[in-house]
């Protein structure tokens, strides 16, 4: 949000990760209120995990590209050590 203020571009919260679990979690509530025998598609702890997944996929995305494209705009390398002369 505070990079789209800076840019002035377009800030949408709701980017793929969020309408991805939201999209998970309903499939298993309207199958366990509509579905042949009231169960959930995945149970409780592969919704966790996957969700989970893809929440730190997306954070790791994030640092990577971030740093990718700090690095080409300033033009400096981001954790490099220089040896001692």
């Known amino acids: 949000m505070l990079v789209s203020n800076v840019t002035h571009e377009l800030f949408v919260p709701f980017r793929r990760t969020t309408v991805l679990s939201w999209l998970l979690i309903g499939?298993?509530?309207f199958n366990m209120m509509f579905g042949?025998?009231?169960e959930p598609v995945f149970d409780e702890?592969?919704?966790f995990y996957f969700i989970a997944a893809i929440t730190w996929a997306a954070i790791f995305h994030q640092v990577y590209?971030?740093?990718q494209e700090l690095k080409e705009i300033l033009n400096i390398n981001f954790f490099t050590i220089?040896?001692?002369q």
């Open 27 to 29: 499939l298993n509530g």
């Open 36 to 38: 042949k025998h009231k």
């Open 45 to 47: 702890v592969s919704t």
């Open 65 to 67: 590209f971030t740093v």
């Open 82 to 84: 220089k040896p001692k």
